[in-house]
């Protein structure tokens, strides 16, 4: 692994941080702890902050059609247009295939351009009926944020929370990273898989920064956000992000997931990943982007919050190796281990050898000396999104995971002809729930 960050936030302060490693391969710059990292998908709660803001402030309604507020807002089926929400995008259950990620351009206008871009997607299934991570309904959230406060997202995120928060090594827009000692991704060499290189491709589209393309800051940044909704929308520093009810809301369970999702996952609330602990309920969000991989869990019982922030290599181990000691030691809670394979199970492999894809991903599996073992591929060329021949092995009749110790918490599950990937470390993303059919 080239660098991470750590750190720790308890009853109301940052009470540790560490760093090692470096932020670049090439340039071998000492990681510290003030080191911004991209923080991926974590962006979505602080989107979701800002929506809720709005809410607050009487602006939105989560359960009107969106295009009260957007009514540019187009995608391929006109029913689907006229029935989503501001709710089915937080909760991931807009059924628009979500993982779209074409190149925007760079500017103020990225997000209008990239939500223009989405006009012919195509819904997997009615809104409301089931779940599937939708990076593009959070963009989409982005341009009515922009709308409904007539600022650019970056201003929004700057005035709302980041300056309220006293934010002071968090940023946006790519170009801010100049301000301050940056980490950059790190891809897997093709030649020497064990030798993280430098990513060629250091963002994902500037249209998708409300779900994470661009979002970078500090390790204690992200706890002084996870801060405020620890303590009823106050921040550290006593500024006033959002009402308590509204920092209680976004904790409440919208989509129930099935057994075995990955991280102990039971549920999807308004931005937050919910789980169980062995009855302890935690809240959080993974993120990943082009070689950067981050992990934010919250324990409201607690008062309780750690991050970790990674550009490269095995992300996942090390959350397994520093996250889960931390969580033991300091509140005696253990996260539940991704399951054993059952090996007296004996499935017949050919009904689930196939393929399966969405816009932005093609997954195969197929049999291969006995076993099944699965693929995947980009079709964006997303750079180090391509996995090869990962043997998978069944946990119950409708549970499989990846046998291999590069993906510990990797999971599928395979129901019926639909399979739902669940991997922490497959695609550009982590800890997501996508469908293919």
Known sequence: MPGASIGILRNGRVTATAATGVVNVDTAVPTTVD????????????????????????????????????PTFRVADAGVQRQVTARHFLSHTSGIDGDFFPDSGRGDDAIERFVDMCAMLPSLYPPGAMMSYCNVGFAVLGRVIEV????????????????????????????????????????ADSKRPDKPRVTPMPYLSHGQKAAGATPAMAVEDL????????????????????????VAEMRKRQVKLPRHSPRAASGWGLGWLLSDWRGARIIGHDGGTIGQFSFLRVSPKHKLAIALLTNGGDAVGLYDDVMRPLWK??????????PDVNDRLKPELTRYAGAYENIANRVEFHIKRGRLVGSSKSKMGIVGNNLFDLPVAFVDKSTARLVSSRFRGAMTRIVGSTCRLACDSIGASTNRLEEFR
């Not at 934010?167 to 891809?187: K, Q, S």
């Not at 706890?223 to 509204?246: D, E, I, P, Q, T």
């Not at 030691?329 to 991704?338: F, G, M, Q, R, T």
């Open 35 to 70: 080191t911004v990292f991209q923080i991926g998908s974590i962006s979505k709660i602080f989107t979701t902050t800002l929506v809720m803001q709005l809410r607050d402030e009487g602006l939105i309604d989560l359960d009107l059609p969106i295009i009260n507020y957007l």
């Open 223 to 246: 706890l002084k956000f996870a801060a405020a909704h620890l303590h009823g929308g106050r921040g550290l520093n006593g500024g006033k992000l959002l009402k308590a009810g509204s």
């Open 329 to 338: 030691h300091i509140a005696h809670l253990d996260e539940p281990n991704v």
């Open 148 to 187: 409904l406060t007539r600022k650019t997202y970056d201003q929004a995120m700057r005035e709302r929370i980041f300056d309220p928060l006293e934010m002071t090594h968090a940023l946006t827009r790519p170009e801010d990273t100049l301000r301050f000692r940056c980490a950059i991704g790190h891809v």
